[in-house]
Antibody, heavy 116, light 113 residues
Framework: QVQLVESGGGLVKPGGSLRLSCAAS????????MSWIRQAPGKGLEWVSF????????TYVDSVRGRFTISRDDAKNSLFLQMNSLGVEDTAVYYC?????????WGQGALVTVSS | DVVMTQSPLSLPVTLGQPASISCKSS???????????LNWFQQRPGQSPRRLIY???NRDSGVPDRFSGSGSGTDFTLKISRVEAEDVGVYYC??????????FGQGTKLEIK
């Protein structure tokens, strides 16, 4: 069965950096676009970024463009999100998801807390 | 950005009774390939979102047939024919037609009356 397991979350000060990872199993990772979606505490869902197969295309929501970088390692079935210049508004649970237009499977999420 | 507007935002329902959630988009969700990328997700308390419905009305594997999706263009509906206790949670519609960005509705909190 499909499994997505995020890691790398934690507490970071404003202006700091964090790198999230998502380990995928149960499907051919290299065949799928992958996404990051976040949810601020007690709030709704917000798309962050997605990456195409073979890493040929990446895209971001305006609020993170220039600060976040999505990447993947198909040999290790892993998805990453490098987050720089973090602000309090980036505090959220970050989910990795399989697919883009119709994200079919989600991980359990990684909590990122940005606070001084 | 395409705005997805759900109603109601709170939905108290008696066990065994039907429930309906509306989702309206600010633009047509018909994509150039002819498909309409409208999804429904369920988020139970303390859990990750789970996809229930994709392309308006296609139920995911393992989703009970009491859940159904309908609609077209800009107006969509998720219906639960008979609410069960395990259906408690927040329901989100999401459009995957227009990027950037793909967008979600605000969420509808279903609770048992």
């Amino acid at each position: 069965q499909v499994q997505l397991v995020e890691s790398g979350g934690g507490l970071v000060k404003p202006g700091g950096s964090l790198r999230l990872s998502c380990a995928a199993s149960g499907f051919t990772f290299s065949d799928y676009y992958m996404s990051w979606i976040r949810q601020a505490p007690g709030k709704g869902l917000e798309w962050v970024s997605f990456i195409s197969t073979r890493s040929s295309y990446t895209t971001y929501v305006d609020s993170v463009r220039g600060r976040f970088t999505i990447s993947r390692d198909d040999a290790k079935n892993s998805l990453f999100l490098q987050m720089n210049s973090l602000g309090v508004e980036d505090t959220a649970v970050y989910y990795c998801a399989r697919g883009t237009r119709e994200p079919s499977d989600w991980g359990q999420g990684a909590l990122v807390t940005v606070s001084s | 950005d395409v705005v997805m507007t759900q109603s109601p935002l709170s939905l108290p329902v008696t066990l065994g009774q039907p429930a309906s959630i509306s989702c309206k988009s600010s633009q047509s969700l018909v994509y150039s390939d002819g498909n309409t990328y409208l999804n429904w997700f369920q988020q139970r308390p303390g859990q990750s979102p789970r996809r229930l419905i994709y392309k308006i009305s296609n139920r995911d594997s393992g989703v009970p047939d009491r859940f159904s999706g309908s609609g077209s263009g800009t107006d969509f509906t998720l219906k639960i024919s008979r609410v069960e206790a395990e259906d408690v949670g927040v329901y989100y519609c999401m459009q995957g037609t227009h990027w950037p960005p793909y967008t979600f509705g605000q969420g509808t909190k279903l609770e048992i009356k």
